[in-house]
Structures are given as structure tokens and as C-alpha cells.
């Protein structure tokens, strides 16, 4: 059983032991000149669009959580499940989309120009490949977390402290700003601390837009420079920021995980708003669904109707994204099941603790691991060669792209399965153990049939998480391996969106697999 336990913690601690160990290498000068000139930069971008997707993140994510779970309006309950639409749609598709919509020669400026009469340079029209339009598509496409922890730390929320409240003489505005979001903040910093790790890991929106980050110097330094082991201090550089928000998240949390101490009885949202009241909420509900999904999908949906010669030569690269996804998801779900059970059988602090370090890779960005997972795959070859004096054997296979994806995806899968075993009653283990059962007849016979469920949602994520992945892909490919994903790249990149339009939309469908979930999850 301590196996278990161990694998799964060497799998996520490989990649962070690959960058760190490259940290005092000589790089032939590239750290140096990359120090002196973009440094600085790279970070300065990376903060502001953290901070910047932050905030659009959380003003979207509380607002609607809030309407969806206190008031009462025409469609709210369409609105709790369409709100996580845009999860579906990748950032870098959602960037490609607008930017065709919104540049000089797109649509709207287009009709813009053909209405007013107006010609180049007499109007001024904000420019979406910038730091801002990072901010903008991104924020709109990772509200979904804030609002989806933000509401359900709201719904298990005690309405009794809220009615204390309102007995006292506190009106609206105060008891939502004294009573409700204190309570809820566990859940707001959750979802904000996701969004911000979803941000920092970002590659193809801020590389399309020219935003200089680390995630896009990562990429430009390996390929550019060709020097890997100064990508590698970038990726310490990153791995740095993503330990901060950790930490921060932590400590904003500390002692604060008290909005469900109470089990509150249950009682419909609160007070049902008037016609004005209600076409704000309305309003303020449809406007992120509209920009973060409606418009992309039907976008795409139009070019691929037009182009309709471009879904043939798509399907070999469904095949490796299926593939790829596939294998991932298989074996993050088992090895999920595995150290869940460990755990489950001798809840030691010390497997607790393994479980907990086990569950970091989602924070590792994409573009780290493949940094990382070359460097080690090069290393290993390198010592296999001087001893069997072959060739290459793991670089730039299939194995080291799924190691990838499967450290970057396993935490989805831990989670999902810790909370199928969350519902378990502990008795039903001990009866099968005292009638003389071993641990995986227990498993076989008790605990599967009841996580069927849960197994089943966590291979879906999974699945669903892999075929949208593109920095580890894009890095790790072998050759004659392209995705969806990357041919959206390249044909986008090409300024070629209408013709990378059939593989776009077949990510964001198999992306509604997840919100279904999620849906029916926060039932």
C-alpha cells in the first residue's frame, strides 16, 4: 500500500525535481541576457494579467452567485447551469474568435467604418491583442470557478444569521456586505486562487495576442534561443508564482472554513425582484454567457458550416486526441482509485500528507512540464544509450507526453474519487472486513459498484481536460502527432480561423461534457 502512495507523489514531484535541478546550470549566457532585458517584463505582464483576470474574474463570479442563490427571478434557474458555459471554450479558441470579430479588417469595425463613413485613423477602437484583451477573454472564460465554489459556499450558508441581520435594521447592501461574502470568502478565494493558476499557465491566448509572460518567454526562450536549461530558470520563475498564490490562498483561508458549520434548513433564494431589479439580474447573468460562449460557438459553428471541406482532414487528428486522452484518463483514474483506497484503509497523517502533495500537479503550468519532462527523458536516455548504445528511446514519444498530461490532470481525478469516497459510510468497509473479506475484495465487491458514479465524472474531466490541453502538447508532441488542439494553433496563428474552425468547435462540444457534470454535481 505504501507504493500506492508513493507513485503518484514521485509522478508530481518529478517535473518540479527536473526544473530545480537545472536551476545552477550554465546556459551560455541566455539567463544573463534574458535577466537584463525581459525579465522584468515577463513578470510585470504576468502580474497584471493575474491581477487583472482576478478582478473581472471575481466581480463576474460573485455577482451571478449571488443572484442565482439570493434572489429570485425569470430564469434563474437556467441561468445556475448556463453560467458555467463558458468552461467549455478555451481561452486561446475564445482569443482567436475575437480577435477575427474585433480587428481592423473584421466585422464589426468593418461595419463600423461602412456606417459612419469613417476611414482609417478617424476613429479610435480598442485594440484586443493587448494586455487588456488578455485580460478580457480570460477573465470571461475563468469566472466559472469563482462562481461555482462562490455559490456553493453560499447555499450552505445558515439564512438564520441573514434574518438576524435584517431583524437588527440591516439593510440589503449591509447584510450582504457584513454577513453573506465574510462567510462565503473561503469560497471566493478557492475559486479566485484557481482562476489565477489557470491564468499564470495560460500560453496560446497571451502568445496570440503578443503579451510578453513568463508562460509565453518559457516557450520562445526553449525554441528561440534553443537553450533549455534557461527556459528551465524561467520555469522556476513560474513554479515561484504559483507556490505564492498557494501560499496566499492558504493564508487567506486559515481558520476561515466555517460557511458550512451549519447545516441550514433548507428555503427557496431569497426575495423576488421587481420588472427593473429583474432585468438586471437578467442582464447581468446573460452578458458573460453571451461573450464567453454564445458568441464564440456560434462563430465557429457559422466558419465550419461554410467550410465544410475542412471536417475531413480532421479526423486522424480526433484519433490522437482521442488517443491521448484516452490513455490519460485511464490512468489517472486508476491511480486515483489507488491512493484514495490507501488512504481509506490507514488514513495516516503521513499518507494525508502524500495524498495532499499528490494533488499539485494541476497547479504546474503545461508549458513547466514540458520543459521539465524533456530535460528528464533526455537525461534518462542519455544513460540507457551508454549503456545499450542505442538511440533514443522515450524522448519525444508518446510516453512523455502522456506523463505530462497525466501529472497535470491527476488532481481532477484525486479529488473526484476522494469525494465519491467521502460519501461511503465507514461501516460498510469494517462489516466486510469483520465477515472476512481482504482489501480488494472490499473494494471490488463494496466500494466499486458505489463509486461508479464518481469514477465515471473523474474519467469524463479528465478526458475533457487532455483534448483542451495545448502547452504540454505542443512542446511534447512527437512527430506526426498533431491534436485538435494544435492544429487550432497553427491554422489560427496562420490567420486561418475560419479553416481551423471544425476542430475548434469539436473541443468546445467535448467541452460541454464537463458542464453537464458540473451541473448536475451542484444539484
Known sequence: MTLLVLVPVGLVSLPILGVLARLLNDSDGVWHHLADTLLATYVVNSTLLVAGV?????????????????????????????????????????????????????????????????????????????????????????????YLLTAAALRLQDHRLVDAARVAGAGPLRRVWSITLPLARPGVIAGLTLAAMETLADFGTVDYFGVPTLTAGIYRTWFGFGALDAAAQLSACLLGGVALLLLVERWARRRRLFHGLIDPPHRPPGPTLGPGASALAILACVLPILVGFVVPAAVLAWYAATTPSTAVSFLPLSGNSLKLAGVTAGLAVTLALALAYAVWLCPTPLRRSARGLAGLGYAIPGTVLGVSIVGTTTAVDRVVADWTGGGLLITGSLVGLVFACLVRTFAVALHTVDAGFAKIPDGLGRAARVVGAGPLTTLGHIHMPLLRGGLLAATILVFVDVMKELPATLILRPFNFDTLAIRVYQLASDERLADASGAALAIVLVGLVPVAVLARAGK
Open 54 to 146: 482576478g478582478a473581472v474574474a471575481t466581480a463576474l463570479g460573485v455577482t451571478t452567485a449571488l443572484l442565482t442563490t439570493r434572489t429570485r427571478f425569470a430564469g434563474r434557474a437556467l441561468f445556475e447551469w448556463a453560467l458555467l458555459l463558458p468552461l467549455a471554450c478555451p481561452a486561446y479558441i475564445i482569443a482567436y474568435v475575437y480577435t477575427d470579430l474585433l480587428e481592423f479588417s473584421g466585422p464589426v469595425q468593418t461595419a463600423l467604418r461602412a456606417l459612419t463613413g469613417w476611414g482609417p485613423g478617424d476613429y479610435w477602437f480598442p485594440e484586443i491583442r493587448s494586455l487588456g484583451g488578455a485580460i478580457a477573454v480570460l477573465g470571461c472564460v475563468l469566472y466559472p470557478y469563482v
